[in-house]
T-cell receptor, first 114, second 112 residues
């Protein structure tokens, strides 16, 4: 059974803190994604990684960075958390064949920035 | 540019009634179309997808969707709603490159 795990289900952080969100997949997928989900806005792509150490900006990369040192792990970093980054964060992975392929999602991390 | 519009942020049906969730897309190239479902406090999981071939696609839990190119639609249906179908449903389109575009979502409520 395919599996995408995220390091935390719930996080509470203070404004200005550096925040790390971790995602691990066990399917040997090349592509990994970070989205944020907000009511009425659906999923918006923050960053995408198509292979180890490779990354592309998505639609809303400002205030975020990512790291992919190993194929199975993709980290999202909030350099200095702000209240407008309070959201649900979803990680996903996919094979390299492209957008016809299914994305597999983790359970999400609900982040509250105070 | 590709886009997805889901008509209705909330849909309420009675148990046993027809479920119809609407999705329209825009794409300059043949699209790949998806419906994902998100149950409370969970990530998204694939319900069904259209890539090529038969335009009527059957998915899990009795759902199906029909790709209508002339109407640029990919509506999701289920003949008889169950309480367990209460969730949020996302339509998505992939057209090459790396991005999949998601709609804003439709929350389905099922009344007993």
């Amino acid at each position: 059974d395919v599996k995408v795990t995220q390091s935390s289900r719930y996080l509470v952080k203070r404004t200005g803190e550096k925040v790390f969100l971790e995602c691990v997949q066990d399917m040997d997928h090349e592509n990994m994604f970070w989205y944020r989900q907000d009511p009425g806005l659906g999923l918006r792509l923050i960053y995408f990684s198509y292979d180890v150490k490779m990354k592309e900006k998505g639609d809303i990369p400002e205030g975020y960075s990512v790291s992919r040192e190993k194929k199975e792990r993709f980290s999202l970093i909030l350099e200095s958390a702000s209240t407008n980054q309070t959201s649900m964060y979803l990680c996903a992975s996919r094979t390299r064949q492209g957008t016809m392929e299914t994305q597999y999602f983790g359970p999400g991390t609900r982040l509250l920035v105070l | 540019a590709q886009s997805v519009t889901q008509l209705g942020s909330h849909v309420s049906v009675s148990e046993g009634a027809l479920v119809l969730l609407r999705c329209n897309y825009s794409s300059s190239v043949p699209p790949y179309l998806f419906w994902y479902v998100q149950y409370p406090n969970q990530g998204l999981q694939l319900l069904l997808k259209y890539t090529t071939g038969a335009t009527l696609v059957k998915g899990i839990n009795g759902f199906e969707a029909e790709f209508k190119k002339s109407e640029t639609s990919f509506h999701l249906t289920k003949p008889s709603a169950h309480m367990s179908d209460a969730a949020e449903y996302f339509c998505a389109v992939g057209t090459g490159g790396f991005k999949t575009i998601f709609g804003a979502g439709t929350r389905l409520f099922v009344k007993a």
